[in-house]
């Protein structure tokens, strides 16, 4: 499967932003759906994720009750809403995909086989 993550730009602090993130060549119906970040001079870290159906969904704890991960099986896509965005949200932002799921791993980005190339989120203060 083939990733392109879009939506990425410059918001202000406090403001809202919607990442998308198309596949093609395979439908994501058969893979876990996940987003990771990479802010500058910092590690890859995770984001969130959604299980095949959309049926479950986990967040990293810097961006619970902020962000909320969807899918649309359909079209191929799975997005990122965020909103009440801080500063420390400023980032690149990778989306990816891996056929099995563990609650005990879903947020290690290695164990991912599919990346999308990232789109630049920055949040002004």
């Known amino acids: 499967v083939q990733l392109q993550a879009f939506g990425g730009g410059l918001v202000q602090a406090g403001g809202s932003l919607r990442l998308s993130c198309a596949a093609s060549r395979r439908s994501i119906s058969s893979y876990v759906m996940g987003w990771f970040r990479q802010a500058p001079g910092k590690e890859r870290e995770f984001v969130a994720v959604i299980t095949w159906s959309g049926g479950s969904t986990y967040y990293a704890d810097s961006v619970k009750g902020r962000f909320t991960i969807s899918r649309d099986n359909a079209k191929n896509t799975v997005y990122l809403q965020m909103s009440s965005l801080k500063a420390e949200d400023t980032a690149v932002y990778f989306c990816?995909?891996?056929?099995?799921?563990?609650?005990?791993?879903?947020?290690?980005?290695?164990?991912?086989?599919?990346w999308g190339q990232g789109t630049e989120v920055t949040v002004s203060s």
């Open positions: 990816a995909a891996r056929m099995a799921f563990r609650a005990s791993d879903y947020d290690t980005a290695r164990l991912y086989d599919y």
